[in-house]
T-cell receptor
Framework: GAGVSQSPRYKVAKRGQDVALRCDPI?????LFWYQQALGQGPEFLTY????????KSGLPSDRFFAERPEGSVSTLKIQRTQQEDSAVYLC?????????????FGPGTRLTVT | GNSVTQMEGPVTLSEEAFLTINCTYT??????LFWYVQYPGEGLQLLLK?????DKGSNKGFEATYRKETTSFHLEKGSVQVSDSAVYFC??????????????FGKGTLLTVNP
């Protein structure tokens, strides 16, 4: 079946522009996660949704970062006034239930380059 | 806080060589431990996991044993193939408490297997 998909796969933004990154989780998956992976580093947790509820946004690096999942399915990560330090791969993952029990399934990521 | 330390790469081996990638962790309580693999252009995939001390996770010829006394979860494979070339990430997840959905990753180890 279809896995987690993300779009766009690559995004180049000029410093100061706003960007929106989309995640389509596996159908029926309750939990959705966003991670940020800087070059040469492992992924770092950004935020967690259970259905449409954002239960944890403790990893968002600044108030320029905003995530939503209004209907409990597709999610969008928005970055306002992008900065060079925002350049990274943004990974989305979904899980069929509470992620404490089940595996997280990752998408291919969106590579954001801020110039 | 939680952290994962894995051996620096890159690691270059010849086909059929023995592989070890070291991973140690710091965590409160008894976390679950994971190895994820990332093939070029693809998302992270769960390779194997262990949820309690002395458990051995195994998949596709790879093995790792959860060693509580040394806080380690080293990845091994007896005979690597060219198709094993990828980036390998060690990760942990708390087994209880309010944040038991977050994965904490190491920096990743790039493995290249030459024919």
């Amino acid at each position: 079946g279809a896995g987690v998909s993300q779009s766009p796969r690559y995004k180049v933004a000029k410093r100061g522009q706003d960007v929106a990154l989309r995640c389509d989780p596996i159908s029926g998956h309750v939990s959705l996660f966003w991670y940020q992976q800087a070059l040469g580093q492992g992924p770092e947790f950004l935020t967690y949704f259970q259905n449409e509820a954002q239960l944890d946004k403790s990893g968002l690096p600044s108030d320029r970062f905003f995530a939503e999942r209004p209907e409990g399915s597709v999610s969008t990560l928005k970055i306002q006034r992008t900065q060079q330090e925002d350049s990274a791969v943004y990974l989305c993952a979904s899980s069929p239930e509470l992620a404490g029990v089940y595996e997280q399934y990752f998408g291919p990521g969106t590579r954001l380059t801020v110039t | 806080g939680n952290s994962v330390t894995q051996m620096e790469g890159p690691v270059t081996l010849s086909e059929e060589a023995f592989l070890t990638i070291n991973c140690t962790y710091t965590a409160t309580g008894y976390p679950s431990l994971f190895w994820y693999v990332q093939y070029p252009g693809e998302g992270l995939q769960l390779l194997l996991k262990a949820t309690k001390a002395d458990d051995k996770g195994s998949n596709k010829g790879f093995e790792a044993t959860y060693r509580k006394e040394t806080t380690s979860f080293h990845l091994e494979k007896g005979s690597v193939q060219v198709s094993d070339s990828a980036v390998y990430f060690c990760a942990l997840r708390e087994s209880s408490g309010g944040s038991n959905y977050k994965l904490t990753f190491g920096k990743g180890t790039l493995l290249t297997v030459n024919p």
